[in-house]
């Protein structure tokens, strides 16, 4: 799956759970703490986006991961 394709559907979960960012234009870089979700909400967002690609991996995993950029990277290597 291309990258693009996953970074969609990271920034759907994010939309899904933080509704004040809808209009946001999100770019790789972006910190999920800085655009204001905590950790209940990061927490929600990474289930829905595994949900979403049907991928069961360690959310340990996915600590490293700052940026949505970087939550990309990750389970574009999973897939």
């Keep these: 799956m291309d990258k693009r394709i996953i970074f969609d559907i990271v920034t759907s979960s994010v939309r899904e759970v933080v509704p004040e960012l809808e209009s946001h234009p999100f770019e790789p870089e972006d910190d999920l703490v800085g655009l204001g979700a905590n950790s209940l909400d990061r927490a929600e967002i990474v289930n829905l986006t595994l949900e979403k690609l049907a991928l069961n991996i360690p959310r340990?995993?996915?600590?490293?991961?700052?940026?949505?950029?970087?939550?990309?990277?990750?389970?574009?290597a999973r897939l």
């Design 60 to 76: 340990v995993e996915l600590i490293d991961a700052k940026t949505i950029g970087g939550l990309v990277d990750v389970l574009h």
